[in-house]
């Protein structure tokens, strides 16, 4: 479904000779394409799922976050606004991101679910908060939490 939306999205872009939104697009699904080449196998020709799709974002989101603090640090706001203008298109495709208190909320129900007595149990507690709320959450901010929980003290 939000491969289609992507498609869809950049026929209208296209339509429209909105530019930056097109060439923002091009990107997403140029990269989309590389994950479904690298995920292929012999016996399974199917591309990625959802989920792999809204963490690809994810780190497309965070790339730019960090160029825009580089441009700037640079002088260069003009190439910081354009990251900025990437980023408004990208997370037009993002679930709404949850809140502290949200995540927050969540690594404590998953440390219970999961019953963590530590931080060896922490990946199994990130993975419980991937597969419940991929696209939702800023995986390191979780793990940051997740890491303060379990640590001793």
Do not use: C, N, W
Not at 13 to 20: F, L, Q, R, S, V
Not at 29 to 50: Q, S
Not at 66 to 79: A, K, N
């Amino acid at each position: 479904m939000l491969r289609t939306r992507l498609s869809d999205a950049l026929k209208t872009a296209m339509k429209a000779k909105d530019a930056p939104r097109v060439s923002t697009l091009r990107l997403i699904l140029a990269a989309l394409k590389d994950r479904d080449i690298a995920a292929r196998t012999e016996t399974d020709r199917t591309g990625v799922g959802e989920e792999e799709i809204l963490l690809l974002l994810q780190s497309m989101v965070k790339q730019r976050r960090e160029s825009i603090t580089l441009y700037q640090q640079g002088g260069r706001e003009d190439l910081a606004a354009r990251e900025l203008a990437e980023i408004a298109v990208i997370e037009g495709f993002l679930p709404q991101q949850m809140s502290l208190d949200e995540v927050e909320a969540a690594v404590r129900s998953a440390i219970a679910e999961v019953k963590a007595g530590g931080i060896k149990d922490m990946g199994r507690v990130i993975a419980v908060l991937k597969s419940r709320h991929a696209g939702e959450m800023d995986v390191a901010q979780a793990a940051a939490l997740v890491k303060k929980h379990l640590s001793p003290g």
